[in-house]
């Protein structure tokens, strides 16, 4: 089975939210800080670095009003 | 007085319909007997929040005229129901499941809710939920005002989240129907574990006006029921144009099953691993046999990948950032303390550190995301996955605690939701007595396309006719 890098980051990155389960990726986060603000900061800060790594066209614009 | 059997309780909406049509029971008699099976049943799940008894029956009794003069309206006319906490109802408790919101009162109606009205569904509660729809990133089961949502197929398993009420209503037979809500897996999830077809519309198809907030760009409303065709036939009643939702994407939905294309034409791209590596070993039989059953369908399965992108990190940074700015009130007031969970708690409290780049970052790369599946769509006509990797949880274990193996269609939850694409899970099988459950995704507005789908697993199936043995 191959995981890409992009793949792995993510993985390790997202909390879990609205439902989803959390993964064994955010238990692994979450066997960071203790404190459940400073692991919920750490994870804002996980996913903050995996989407710096991404590279988006300038001509990309925000879906301010989301339409699918 | 009509005859109730167990039966009626978890009857399909048109044999429902066929029967009060055929004057064989009235409203009133559904109303009552519903009525009364939410509220000696729903607490020993906690799945309710609020019963309407007596709006039921007096709601009721008019449907009956309306039914006696010959004026039908449909197939939901007269046939109970029961909605998600997050949805308003003019003049009642409204909590979303929350503690600082228990006394909430509004004083209009969501427009979903109106719509039924409109064809006759007789409202019979409100059902409960994790609080505040699991936004901050919920930890425990516990994470509601109503307590753990427990199972009705075994009462020491999680019945999911965040739509629990709704999902564990329908599955113990006290509403034939439920509205629930998904922002990411909170309709398939709960729809899964208990054993029901739960339906995520596209986004922007089903109007959210009257509905709690929790990320204005992902949040879609939808039913779960016994049975796909139950599914579509909702679905056609509470979709169209709403000028009160912004997100509104002004189509309407008509259920045509007469016009599905022959399952022999359709391409159903899948990742063979979600259904061995990926999921829980006791369900890989299961899973395998829910494999041979939609070959036998006539579709073709296609070995596919999802677009790689970061979907966990961009779904994490919208709803943080949405939420962070809905929920602003509640986190500057300090009364976030009173929430149930010390993990959403947290997540609130953090989420106010959402950097305005990561929020513009994920809604742009979201843009890519549609592309991306658009294309994939080109190639297949829908996807199919397991709704959950096994079956519900236990009770008492952290909702973390569980591991899952990276890979496949690991990602599908947060990918269509992110894109807005439709989803319908439904019963495949068991695994350690407990159900389990297939997902088909598919392009924007394929609603018909992937409920045509489940229909067909499920005329070749019983899996979704199956009853909670307590029940």
Redesign the interface.
């Known amino acids: 089975m191959k995981i890409t890098r992009r793949r792995l980051a993510a993985a390790l990155a997202a909390p879990a939210f609205a439902g989803t389960m959390p993964s064994a990726a955010a238990a692994q986060t979450t066997a960071g800080p203790s404190d459940p603000l400073e692991a919920a900061k750490a994870r804002i800060k996980a996913n903050s670095d995996a989407l710096a790594k991404e590279e988006v066209p300038m001509s990309t614009e925000p879906a301010f009003q989301f339409k699918a | 007085m009509a005859d109730l059997s167990a039966d009626t309780f978890f009857a399909t909406i048109p044999e429902l319909n066929a029967r009060l049509v055929a004057k064989e029971i009235s409203a009133e008699e559904l109303a009552r007997a519903f009525s009364n099976r939410l509220e000696q049943l729903g607490p020993r799940y906690n799945a309710l929040a609020l019963p309407f008894p007596q709006q039921a029956i007096r709601r009721a009794k008019l449907v009956d005229a309306e039914i006696k003069r010959g004026r039908l309206r449909g197939p939901l006319q007269g046939i109970p129901y029961g909605a998600k906490d997050l949805l308003s109802v003019a003049g009642q408790v409204t909590t979303w499941g929350a503690q600082p919101y228990r006394a909430q009162v509004f004083d209009y109606t969501a427009t979903v809710l109106e719509k039924l009205d409109g064809v006759g569904a007789v409202l019979t509660g409100k059902l409960s939920m994790?609080e505040l729809?699991?936004?901050?990133?919920?930890?425990l089961a516990s994470a509601s005002l109503f307590g753990p949502g427990l199972n009705p197929w075994d009462r020491s398993r999680w019945s999911?989240?965040?739509?629990s009420g709704s999902a564990t209503a329908v599955a113990a037979g006290l509403v034939p129907f439920a509205l629930g809500s998904?922002?990411?897996?909170?309709?398939i999830?709960?729809a899964s574990y208990c054993g029901v077809t739960g339906l995520r519309p596209?986004?922007?198809?089903v109007s959210r006006h009257g509905a709690m907030a929790?990320?204005w760009?992902?949040d879609k409303i939808g039913p779960l029921a016994h049975t796909a065709e139950d599914c579509g036939l909702i679905l056609q009643m509470i979709a169209g144009k709403d000028s009160n939702d912004?997100?509104s994407?002004g189509k309407s939905f008509y259920y045509t099953p007469q016009y599905a294309r022959p399952m022999k034409e359709l391409k159903i791209g899948y990742a063979p691993?979600d259904f061995t590596?990926r999921a829980d070993a006791s369900a890989r039989p299961a899973f395998a046999a829910a494999l041979a059953a939609l070959k036998e369908t006539g579709v073709q399965l296609i070995e596919t990948k999802l677009p790689?992108?970061?979907?966990?990190?961009?779904?994490?940074?919208i709803?943080?950032a949405e939420e962070a700015s809905i929920f602003e009130p509640l986190i500057a007031s300090g009364r976030v303390n009173e929430l149930a969970d010390?993990?959403q708690?947290?997540?609130l409290?953090?989420?106010v550190?959402?950097?305005a780049k990561?929020y513009?970052?994920?809604?742009?790369?979201?843009?890519?995301m549609?592309e991306a599946f658009q294309r994939l769509f080109s190639e297949v006509d829908a996807l199919v996955t397991t709704g959950?990797s096994g079956p519900a949880?236990p009770v008492n274990q952290p909702?973390?605690?569980?591991?899952?193996v990276?890979?496949g269609f690991?990602?599908i939850?947060?990918a269509g939701n992110l894109?807005?694409?439709p989803a319908v899970a439904f019963p495949c099988g068991f695994a350690d007595n407990l159900p389990v459950a297939l997902q088909v995704v598919g392009p924007?507005?394929s609603e018909n396309t992937i409920l045509a789908i489940a229909r067909e697993f499920q005329s070749h199936t019983d899996w979704h006719k199956r009853r909670p043995p307590a029940a």
């Open positions: 994790v729809a699991g936004g901050g990133g919920y930890r999911g989240g965040s739509s998904e922002t990411s897996g909170s309709i999830t709960p596209t986004y922007g198809l929790l990320s760009t992902l912004p997100g994407a691993i590596d790689d992108f970061p979907y966990g990190p961009a779904l994490s940074a709803i943080g010390p993990s708690i947290a997540g409290k953090a989420s550190d959402v950097a990561d513009l970052k994920a809604m742009r790369l979201r843009r890519l549609q959950r949880t909702l973390d605690a569980t591991s899952s990276p890979g690991d990602s939850i947060p894109a807005g694409l924007a507005f």
